[in-house]
């Protein structure tokens, strides 16, 4: 009887964790509601200088350097700066090209941009930021790899 | 989405037919297989005591390794368990391909302690070989955050148990010494809140895991048991969570009454992983009972594990 109940315990448990995370998680796309995430990024000035040190960090990385030594250095940053802004629910719009266009000319594969998001994480605890709001940042890139990463 | 739902065909086409290869179809030319580690830390899960990758119990859809798409990746674990009565050491090995592909292999060597010499059989050890497959069909369990699909894998584990001189007895059950469990996994990092949730439901015939055999007198079929493992990342490189994993209870009657009467399996585990080379589980478990007719108590204990990756 015990037993029983132990398991039924654990299964409800678990369903309830399932449901938590699901509910959290309802609206996975949509932009923050907030500007919550923007601030705890230090708004355009904190998205500045975690996107400075972030080249500095990809060009000195051997996995993303190449895909980066040969671009407009600048432009990039600033397109980053925006999309973060826009991503993170602060007050931009990103205007480019969209990003399976802008990435076309590079052979990118699964490996590289889980790179990248690694020197990211680097810059952002290079910066102070929150685990958790790295994790909610992150959660709004990451879907990018349908769009970016063109070698499976 | 064209290309999605040419990539649903093929996932498709790819679980109905465990043994093609998908991926080369997506490009024009096969890309090769390289060594590599490109996933992102602690996303290949842990060594679970079967030797599949997953969590410490169960095993998840994830595949074994840093090994990434177009890449190939191997581990290998060192497990100890302790209980109040008993103790087990596993060990195995394990390798990643593409992110597709994984196969396993581990053994698990457990000490009767002062039960065996209960039985008549001082210094019995229970060992077990265990070969496994897994093939991940669908999904993505890290980084599609804007779904709520989980990633999906299939998988087999193969056991064959060395019983010793119990094999006798255990024949005498009705206890058969090989057995294969098919699992089904399905995993998912709600990666916002950092919370990995993964469901198994497993086919088996196996008494305590493999360790007393498969099946017994009156219990000849396959029973579908519900795993579970939930882990929140509480740092980059550090996982704290907890596990609970249905068992059959083949052997309960038996000619001993309740005597080989066996429980589900739970823990609560920290793991860590300080590089992608490397990683430590510490958990706590509960085993249940383990042969009652002699260790009365519920066996609680605690499970060490290192795995090493390359």
Redesign the interface.
């Known amino acids: 009887m015990t037993?029983s109940f132990?398991?039924i315990a654990?299964?409800a448990f678990?369903t309830l964790?399932?449901s938590a995370?699901?509910i959290?998680?309802a609206q996975?796309?949509t932009r923050p509601a907030d500007d919550s995430l923007y601030q705890q990024f230090g708004a355009q000035p904190g998205l500045i200088k975690l996107i400075d040190d972030f080249m500095v960090r990809l060009l000195a990385d051997p996995r993303t350097q190449p895909f980066f030594k040969d671009v407009n250095q600048a432009h990039v940053k600033e397109e980053l700066v925006v999309q973060l802004c826009e991503v993170a629910g602060g007050p931009c719009k990103r205007k480019g090209p969209d990003m399976q266009k802008v990435h076309a000319g590079f052979d990118i594969?699964?490996?590289?941009f889980?790179?990248l998001?690694?020197v990211l994480?680097q810059a952002m605890?290079a910066q102070g930021i929150p685990?958790?709001a790295q994790?909610?940042m992150?959660?709004?890139l990451?879907?990018m790899?349908?769009e970016i990463v063109n070698?499976? | 989405m064209p290309s999605r739902l040419r990539h649903a065909a093929l996932t498709a086409l790819a679980a109905a037919l465990p043994l093609s290869l998908a991926a080369p179809v997506h490009a024009q030319e096969a890309p090769k297989l390289a060594w590599g580690n490109g996933k992102l830390l602690l996303t290949g899960g842990v060594s679970s005591v079967d030797g599949a990758a997953g969590g410490g119990l169960t095993p998840w859809a994830v595949t074994a390794s840093y090994a990434t798409e177009n890449q190939v990746g191997a581990t290998a674990h060192l497990t100890r368990v302790k209980t109040q009565d008993y103790a087990m050491t596993a060990y195995g090995a394990a390798v990643g391909i593409g992110d597709r592909f994984e196969f396993s292999i581990a053994r698990q060597d457990f000490d009767t302690g002062a039960t065996g010499t209960a039985l008549g059989l001082p210094g019995l050890h229970l060992k077990q070989d265990i070969l496994g497959a897994k093939l991940r069909v669908a999904g993505d369990a890290i980084l599609d955050s804007d779904s709520l699909m989980p990633q999906i894998a299939i998988g087999l584990e193969h056991k064959t148990a060395h019983a010793g001189d119990l094999e006798p007895t255990l024949t005498a059950l009705g206890a058969s010494t090989s057995g294969t469990d098919v699992y089904l996994s399905a995993t998912k990092l709600f990666l916002a809140q950092g919370l990995l949730l993964n469901g198994t439901l497993r086919a088996t015939k196996a008494n305590q895991n493999g360790l007393l055999g498969f099946s017994g007198t009156g219990h000849t079929g396959y029973s579908v048991q519900p795993e579970i493992s939930i882990a929140w990342l509480a740092r980059k490189n550090v996982a704290i969570g907890a596990e609970y994993r249905g068992k059959p209870d083949n052997l309960n009657p038996s000619l001993l009454g309740a005597g080989l009467k066996e429980d589900d399996w739970s823990d609560v585990f920290v793991a860590w992983a300080p590089s992608k080379n490397l990683s430590l589980t510490l958990a706590y478990v509960d085993l249940g009972r383990i042969v009652p007719a002699v260790a009365t108590r519920r066996q609680t204990g605690t499970y060490l594990s290192a795995q090493v990756a390359f």
């Open positions: 037993i132990r398991r654990a299964i678990a964790a399932f995370g699901a959290a998680q996975p796309t594969d699964r490996a590289s889980n790179a998001v690694e994480q605890d685990f958790s994790n909610r992150l959660a709004q990451a879907p790899h349908r070698v499976k």
